[in-house]
């Protein structure tokens, strides 16, 4: 019993594996990680399509500026490799054997008030460290 009201349970959830980031301190604890950001309006530069573009995948580089308004930085994660950790190896494997060149990182600064939704991307790999 606490404070006066009896529990008959204790229920403990979790934000899951893609758990959102809503203030700027989410994002600072978050640094390093990979992320999903969702802007209000496209955002047009070099490495993006021409009439811009809204949602990203990227790497969390940096939080930087005052508090109240942070400035993102993000490396964008221009491809694909795939859902699942063995199809990322195969992915990753396939083209290293092409002998493709990795193109030059794409590296954006986006204004916190910018961003309408964000969240962890998952990184789950169920094979064990190595």
Known sequence: TVD???FDR?????PGVDRPLRRANDFVRFVGSNVHIELYTPMTGEGLPANGRRRMDGKLLAVEGEEASPTIT???IT???GRTPSEIAKAKAKAKKSGEAQAAPVIFNIPFKDIERASLLADLDFRGSK
């Open 79 to 81: 491809e694909r490799l």
């Open 74 to 76: 993000l490396e964008l």
């Open 4 to 6: 006066n009201v009896d």
């Open 10 to 14: 204790l229920e403990v959830s979790s």
